[in-house]
């Protein structure tokens, strides 16, 4: 059974730093692409980054760009986000996400989300 | 970047209607279009991808069309458990952009 859990968030000022984590069990986490999409309190889906199965290939939202980071340790199972220069906007729940693919696709799994507040 | 834009943005109907939730590409993305049901309170769920391809384990009176601008999401006859909101995504390429949402309610 394919399980996503990520863990991270919390409550954080204006121009702070976070690292988002999802550890990964029940498939070959390091064969697939993962996403991190996330949801602002009573807002759409809103994809942030997505980052290749071996780690080489990266895409971010323009609205992250130079403020976010996504890797993985395909050693540990485990995706990250590094999260810095927030913003009150960034406040959302952060979903991670499994690819169907090892490269850019759509996600067929996903976590329950972690909540980053970011406020003074 | 390629904007999706789905209809209606809310809509209710009777538990046995037919529903069809279009999403429409601003530019062609042949057939890299994802449709998910998110429920309140939960993460989303995949229902289809490729367009018109059911995702395992979801109920066939789920399905879509549609390729190149213009898609649509159908259930072919309303259920109770069919309450959420449902979102169009393309993932041809980076942004992988999801439509606004469209709200599903029963009458």
């Known amino acids: 059974e394919v399980q996503l859990l990520e863990s991270g968030g919390g409550l954080v000022q204006p121009g702070g730093s976070l690292r988002l984590s999802c550890a990964s069990s029940g498939f070959i986490f390091s064969a697939y692409a993962m996403t991190w999409v996330r949801q602002a309190p009573g807002k759409g889906l809103d994809w942030v980054s997505s980052?290749?199965?071996?780690?080489?290939?990266?895409n971010y939202a323009d609205s992250v760009k130079g403020r976010f980071t996504i890797s993985r340790d395909n050693s540990k199972n485990t995706l990250y986000l590094q999260i810095s220069g927030l913003r009150a906007e960034d406040t959302a729940v952060y979903y991670c996400?499994?690819?169907?693919?090892?490269?850019?696709?759509?996600?067929?799994?996903w976590g329950q989300g972690t909540l980053v507040i970011v406020s003074s | 970047d390629i904007q999706m834009t789905q209809s209606p943005s809310s809509m209710s109907a009777s538990v046995g209607d037919r529903v069809t939730i279009t999403c429409r590409a601003s530019?062609?993305?042949?057939?890299?279009l994802a449709w998910y049901q998110q429920k309140p309170g939960k993460a989303p769920k995949l229902l289809i991808y490729a367009a018109s391809t059911l995702q395992s384990g979801v109920p066939s009176r789920f399905s879509g069309s549609g390729s190149g601008t213009d898609f649509t999401l159908t259930i072919s006859s309303l259920q109770p458990e069919d309450v959420a909101t449902y979102y169009c995504?393309?993932?041809?390429?980076?942004?992988?952009?999801f439509g606004q949402g469209t709200r599903l309610e029963i009458k």
């Open positions: 996400a499994k690819d169907r693919s090892s490269g850019g696709s759509c996600h067929n799994f």
């Open positions: 995504q393309k993932y041809n390429n980076a942004p992988q952009t």
């Open positions: 980052l290749s199965a071996s780690g080489d290939t990266s």
């Open positions: 530019q062609g993305i042949s057939n890299f």
